[in-house]
């Protein structure tokens, strides 16, 4: 069966770094695009990064633009978010979601458990 | 960017009650559309894609209707396990994709 975990959330200080994984199982990783979505403390969903499944596309959304990296390793099944220059606003559960193929292309059809970042001095 | 709005911001329910949830998109996303359930503290889980089919697993009772602006998830009879919070979200317009800010369904 299709898991993913999360792994790497914590408390951090405003301004430092922190670099998520999510660990892929029970599908070919290799074939699928995969997203980093957020959910900031009793709010709602949020997208925040997506790369194609051979890399060759990578986007995010405007608020963590130039501040966060999504990248991936297909020998090791696993997808990473590096953050840097943290700020408060980016306090948030931080979810890995498999990008669904054909009829499901480009919605969310698996997603991890969640990791917590909280960014606080 | 595409906005999603839905709802109400909360639907107050009883067991075996039908629920009639709405999502509206600032303009047309054919029917790129996909409805999630999420319970607290769990995940969200894809119920609905392409506004009307329903994911691997999901109940009959969940079905999903709508194409352009205007998108409908409803639940026929309320079960125990389905009051939770659910979003649309888009795939017409990306980047980003963009989610509705959800509605919570709760036990009345």
């Known amino acids: 069966q299709v898991q993913l975990v999360e792994s790497g959330g914590g408390v951090v200080q405003p301004g430092r770094s922190l670099r998520l994984s999510c660990a892929a199982s029970?599908?070919?990783?290799?074939?699928?695009?995969m997203h980093w979505v957020r959910q900031a403390p009793g709010k709602g969903l949020e997208w925040v990064a997506v790369?194609?499944?051979?890399?060759?596309?990578?986007f995010y959304a405007d608020s963590v633009k130039g501040r966060f990296t999504i990248s991936r390793d297909d020998s090791k099944d696993t997808l990473y978010l590096q953050m840097n220059s943290l700020r408060a606003e980016d306090t948030a559960v931080y979810y890995c979601?498999?990008?669904?193929?054909?009829?499901?292309?480009?919605?969310?059809?698996?997603w991890g458990q969640g990791a917590l970042v909280t960014v606080s001095s | 960017e595409i906005v999603l709005t839905q709802s109400p911001a909360t639907l107050s329910l009883s067991p075996g009650e039908r629920a009639t949830l709405s999502c509206r998109a600032s303009q047309s996303v054919y029917s790129y559309l996909a409805w999630y359930q999420q319970k607290p503290g769990q995940a969200p889980r894809l119920l609905i894609y392409g506004a009307s089919n329903r994911a691997p697993g999901i109940p009959a009772r969940f079905s999903g209707s709508g194409s352009g602006t205007d998108f409908t998830l409803t639940i026929s009879s309320l079960e125990p396990e389905d009051f939770a919070v659910y979003y649309c979200q888009q795939r017409r317009d990306w980047p980003p994709w963009t989610f509705g800010q959800g509605t919570k369904v709760e036990i009345k």
């Open positions: 979601a498999r990008m669904g193929a054909g009829t499901t292309w480009a919605y969310f059809d698996y």
């Open positions: 029970g599908f070919t990783f290799s074939s699928y695009g």
């Open positions: 790369i194609w499944f051979d890399g060759s596309e990578i």
